[in-house]
């Protein structure tokens, strides 16, 4: 009954702090063989699927952070309307 209402995983990809751009691409690639390629003050690669949007953040060639928004993080439906995770890494040497 507890996993009715709670789902039991994310639907997004791991995707760790600190590994090689490359890997994260194909990580994503496999998901969804469209990447949004964004430069700028920031530079990021994202996918947008029917279920979830995820997108990378690298320093370099390495992750530096990634972001999510998955309905099934979150278990109220005030909690699902708001963008829901945010982590990184320092990079400053």
């Known amino acids: 009954m507890f996993h009715k209402f709670f789902p039991k995983k994310l639907k997004t990809p791991h995707i760790k702090l600190g590994i090689e751009l490359r890997e994260a691409i194909d990580i994503l690639r ?5 990447i949004f390629e964004e430069s700028g003050k ?10 979830f949007d995820m997108a990378i953040y690298p320093h370099g060639n390495i992750v530096k952070s990634v972001w999510f928004d998955d309905s099934a993080g979150r ?3 005030a909690g ?3 963008k829901s995770k945010c982590t990184s890494i ?3 040497p």
């Open 30 to 34: 496999s998901v969804d063989s469209h």
């Open 42 to 51: 920031e530079d990021s690669y994202r996918i947008n699927t029917a279920d």
């Open 75 to 77: 278990f109220l439906a």
């Open 90 to 92: 320092d990079t400053a």
């Open 80 to 82: 699902k309307l708001k």
